[in-house]
C-alpha cells in the first residue's frame, strides 16, 4: 500500500528522512516521492512513543535513554496484512424465501419479482431492533418504515403474509416460467446456497381470465312422479308454463347482473394511465403496478420515494 506525495509546493514536515525517500517520476512529469504506508505509520508511532518517554522521563526523573532502550522503541515494526475483499452472494437466478433469516443479510423485505424475499446486502446498522443496510436505511429515514417491511414480518404470517399493499407473493414456478428458468438450475442453485425449496412452490397456478359461461337452466316436471329432471335448451320457452318463464326471467336478470359486475371489475383492473421513465412508456396502475405499454404485462412496481423501478 503506497502513498504518493507531490515534492513540489509540499511545505509541512515530512515525517521521514528525505534520503530514505524513493524519488520517481509521475502523472504530468512532476516528480513525485512514493512512500510506503508502513513506513509513514511505523515512524508516527515512534514519535508518538518518543514524546511519552520524554514526559515519563521529566515527571518520574528516569534517564530518557535508558527508557528508549529498555522498551526497545528503535526496533518497532508495523505489518499491514491484506485481507482479501469477501464479495456478496449474487446469483442471476432469484430465488424464493425459504422460512430462514440470514442473519448476516439486511432484515428489509425486496420485492424480488413478486417473492418478497431478504435484501442480500450485509447490515451495517441497527434500526429499532432490525440490521439494515445503507441503502434500506436511506428508504426508512425518508418514509419511517421499509415500502415492504421486514422479513421478520413475513416470518410471523407465513403463507398468510400480504405486503403493505396487499399483495399475495407470487409462486415461484410462475416466477420461473416468465423468466424461462429451468428446474435444474434452480436446483443447483438452490444445493449452492444451502436452501430446500418446497415442492408447492414449484406448481403453477392456472387462472382464466374473462366472462363466466353461462349456467343451464333445470326444470322439475311436476308431472313426473319420480321427479326427474328434464334440462331445457336455449329459446323461447311454452306459454303454458309461466312459472318457467319467471324462472328463467329471474334467472337472465342475475345472470345480467353477474355480467355489469364483471364488466365493472375488468374495468378497474384496466384503469391506467400512462407513465414515461428515462424516455421509456409504461402503464402504471393506481397502486403504483407498472405494465408493458405493448403486452400490458405486469413490469414491477413504481417507487415514489426513491424514484426507482423496482422490477419484477
Given at each position: 500500500m503506497f502513498n504518493l506525495f507531490f515534492k513540489k509546493g509540499f511545505k509541512g514536515k515530512f515525517p521521514l528522512e528525505w534520503s530514505k525517500i524513493k524519488k520517481l517520476k509521475g502523472w504530468w512529469g512532476r516528480e513525485c516521492v512514493v512512500v510506503k504506508m508502513e513506513e509513514i505509520v511505523?515512524?508516527?508511532?515512534?514519535?508518538?512513543?518518543?514524546?511519552?518517554?520524554r514526559e515519563l522521563s521529566v515527571k518520574y526523573k528516569i534517564d530518557y535513554e535508558e527508557m528508549r532502550k529498555s522498551v526497545g522503541i528503535e526496533k518497532l515494526e508495523v505489518r499491514v496484512e491484506r485481507v482479501e475483499r469477501v464479495e456478496r452472494e449474487s446469483s442471476k437466478i432469484p430465488m424464493p424465501f425459504v422460512g430462514v433469516i440470514r442473519e448476516e443479510y439486511c432484515n428489509v423485505i425486496r420485492l424480488n419479482h413478486g417473492l418478497y424475499t431478504?435484501?442480500?446486502?450485509?447490515?451495517?446498522?441497527?434500526?429499532?431492533?432490525?440490521?439494515?443496510c445503507e441503502r434500506c436505511i436511506k428508504e426508512i429515514e425518508k418514509n419511517g418504515k421499509p415500502t415492504y417491511g421486514y422479513i421478520q414480518e413475513r416470518v410471523e404470517k407465513g403463507e398468510d403474509y400480504r405486503c403493505p399493499k396487499g399483495k399475495k407473493v407470487v409462486k415461484y414456478?410462475?416466477?420461473?416460467?416468465?423468466?424461462?428458468?429451468?428446474?435444474e438450475d434452480v436446483e443447483k442453485e438452490a444445493?449452492?446456497?444451502?436452501?430446500?425449496?418446497?415442492?408447492?412452490?414449484?406448481?403453477?397456478?392456472?387462472?382464466?381470465?374473462?366472462?363466466?359461461?353461462?349456467?343451464?337452466?333445470?326444470?322439475?316436471?311436476?308431472?313426473?312422479?319420480?321427479?326427474d329432471v328434464v334440462k331445457r335448451g336455449r329459446g323461447r320457452p311454452k306459454k303454458e308454463k309461466k312459472s318457467v318463464i319467471s324462472d328463467l326471467k329471474s334467472e337472465k336478470l342475475r345472470e345480467k347482473e353477474e355480467e355489469v359486475e364483471i364488466e365493472v371489475e375488468v374495468e378497474k383492473e384496466l384503469a391506467v394511465t400512462e407513465f414515461i421513465f428515462k424516455g421509456k412508456k409504461y402503464l402504471k396502475?393506481?397502486?403504483?403496478?407498472?405494465?408493458?405499454?405493448?403486452?400490458?404485462?405486469?413490469?414491477?412496481?413504481?417507487?415514489?420515494?426513491?424514484?426507482i423501478i423496482e422490477l419484477c
Open positions: 511505523s515512524n508516527m508511532l515512534k514519535n508518538y512513543g518518543d514524546r511519552i518517554l431478504q435484501c442480500k446486502n450485509r447490515c451495517s446498522i441497527s434500526e429499532n431492533g432490525y440490521n439494515v414456478g410462475k416466477v420461473m416460467e416468465k423468466l424461462n428458468i429451468k428446474r444445493k449452492r446456497q444451502g436452501i430446500v425449496i418446497d415442492e408447492k412452490e414449484f406448481e403453477i397456478e392456472k387462472t382464466k381470465r374473462g366472462r363466466p359461461s353461462k349456467r343451464e337452466t333445470a326444470v322439475v316436471d311436476s308431472s313426473s312422479e319420480e321427479g396502475a393506481g397502486d403504483n403496478t407498472l405494465y408493458d405499454l405493448d403486452t400490458h404485462e405486469e413490469v414491477g412496481m413504481w417507487n415514489p420515494s426513491n424514484n
